[in-house]
């Protein structure tokens, strides 16, 4: 026989994994990443738009992470049509597989372990690149991730001020008034976001959309940015940046931030000062001093989905969590 664990969202929030070992798990990750003991090819994507009449788009991200001797796939995707169906934007699964035999050993809800790991990624960004005093945060998009982005980020950095931009304003009193209870940080709604960027120490801009809108001169010294999604940052902007680090190289030039500029043959990977991996190994300096404007551009890797939830996997078997599902 072999069994299979499902583990649904609502069980995966159950387990147990709290943010302070998600950044745990992601920083083993991206290590294992610079010491060559990661297998991470870059992520499949399916667009629907164009020949089908829905908007709808999913990734595949395949991943063997060594250090636990495990192995997966995460197949997430989203229509940002769903929230009027009643339907979360995002959906997907993650598969995980005993590496010695492909034996699936677990499938996971995708959805609140991808907010946990993509959080954890900004928080291992900001410990290895932001000014170690970096107090006054600057959030671009008020959604679901950005409330993890804050929880994420006070874990590493004395937060005291974080200030919260988005285009809906009711997104924006949502998320201060949900997150007043979490933060010990001064949250700040600011309807106007070059208002919100400057001065800020760090900016994390979590949106959807493919606006670009980031100017040149809102970024001042020793700013970070750690950009989650598509294109936003103005070409000036980009090479206003001293250091542009990515969490995989080949995947950023087809994806994410610096996805058009690739595209339009403006940026090379010689751009790419070095992925996150190589500087939480040691192998390169992350932030070298307090002036650096840096961009981190994490776009996600699948190893960081698989150990995350393998270790999701761990503690639902230790709580009895999730449902047994006969494979063979």
Same mark, same amino acid.
């Given at each position: 026989?072999?069994?299979?664990?499902?583990?649904?969202?609502?069980?995966?929030?159950?387990?147990?994994?709290?943010?302070?070992?998600?950044?745990?798990?992601?920083?083993?990750?991206?290590?294992?990443?610079?010491?060559?003991?990661?297998?991470?090819?870059?992520?499949?994507?399916?667009?629907?738009?164009?020949?089908?009449?829905?908007?709808?788009?999913?990734?595949?991200?395949?991943?063997?992470?060594?250090?636990?001797?495990?192995?997966?796939?995460?197949?997430?995707?989203?229509?940002?049509?769903?929230?009027?169906?009643?339907?979360?934007?995002?959906?997907?699964?993650?598969?995980?597989?005993?590496?010695?035999?492909?034996?699936?050993?677990?499938?996971?809800?995708?959805?609140?372990?991808?907010?946990?790991?993509?959080?954890?990624?900004?928080?291992?960004?900001?410990?290895?690149?932001?000014?170690?005093?970096?107090?006054? #945060?600057?959030?671009?998009?008020?959604? !679901?991730?950005?409330?993890?982005?804050? #929880?994420?980020?006070?874990?590493?950095?004395?937060?005291?001020?974080?200030?919260?931009?988005?285009?809906?304003?009711?997104?924006?009193?949502?998320?201060?008034?949900?997150?007043?209870?979490?933060?010990?940080?001064?949250?700040?709604?600011?309807?106007?976001?070059?208002?919100?960027?400057?001065?800020?120490?760090?900016?994390?801009?979590?949106?959807?959309?493919?606006?670009? !809108?980031?100017?040149?001169?809102?970024?001042?010294?020793?700013?970070?940015?750690?950009?989650?999604?598509?294109?936003?940052?103005?070409?000036?902007?980009?090479?206003?940046?001293?250091?542009?680090?990515?969490?995989?190289?080949?995947?950023?030039?087809?994806?994410?931030?610096?996805?058009?500029?690739?595209?339009?043959? #403006?940026?090379?990977?010689?751009?790419?000062?070095?992925?996150?991996?190589?500087?939480?190994?040691?192998?390169?300096?992350?932030?070298?001093?307090?002036?650096?404007?840096?961009?981190?551009?994490?776009?996600?890797?699948?190893?960081?989905?698989?150990?995350?939830?393998?270790?999701?996997?761990?503690?639902?078997?230790?709580?009895?969590?999730?449902?047994?599902?006969?494979?063979?």
């Amino acid at each position: 026989m072999v069994d299979v664990l499902y583990v649904s969202e609502k069980d995966a929030q159950s387990s147990g994994l709290d943010m302070r070992e998600a950044i745990e798990i992601a920083e083993n990750v991206f290590r294992a990443h610079g010491e060559g003991k990661a297998i991470v090819p870059a992520k499949i994507s399916l667009e629907l738009k164009g020949i089908s009449p829905w908007i709808t788009w999913g990734n595949a991200m395949p991943a063997y992470f060594e250090p636990w001797k495990i192995m997966g796939i995460k197949w997430i995707g989203a229509n940002s049509d769903n929230p009027k169906n009643q339907l979360p934007t995002l959906m997907g699964v993650i598969m995980l597989n005993d590496p010695q035999t492909f034996a699936p050993i677990a499938i996971l809800g995708a959805a609140w372990i991808t907010a946990m790991r993509t959080a954890a990624a900004t928080a291992v960004c900001a410990k290895y690149l932001a000014k170690k005093d970096s107090k006054t #945060l600057c959030i671009i998009g008020a959604g !679901f991730q950005g409330r993890h982005q804050l #929880l994420s980020l006070q874990e590493v950095l004395p937060l005291t001020e974080v200030r919260v931009h988005d285009t809906n304003p009711q997104a924006v009193n949502q998320f201060v008034e949900q997150m007043r209870g979490m933060s010990k940080a001064k949250l700040n709604p600011e309807k106007d976001v070059a208002t919100a960027v400057k001065g800020a120490d760090i900016v994390v801009i979590a949106i959807t959309n493919e606006t670009i !809108f980031f100017k040149q001169d809102w970024i001042e010294k020793g700013t970070l940015i750690c950009s989650l999604g598509e294109t936003v940052m103005e070409y000036q902007a980009l090479r206003t940046m001293d250091k542009i680090i990515v969490d995989h190289r080949q995947q950023t030039m087809h994806m994410g931030e610096l996805k058009k500029w690739f595209e339009k043959g #403006l940026i090379s990977e010689r751009d790419v000062y070095a992925e996150l991996g190589e500087v939480v190994a040691g192998k390169k300096p992350g932030r070298e001093n307090d002036q650096e404007r840096i961009l981190a551009a994490p776009i996600g890797v699948a190893s960081l989905d698989v150990a995350t939830a393998f270790r999701v996997y761990i503690h639902a078997k230790q709580k009895g969590i999730g449902t047994v599902l006969s494979w063979i």
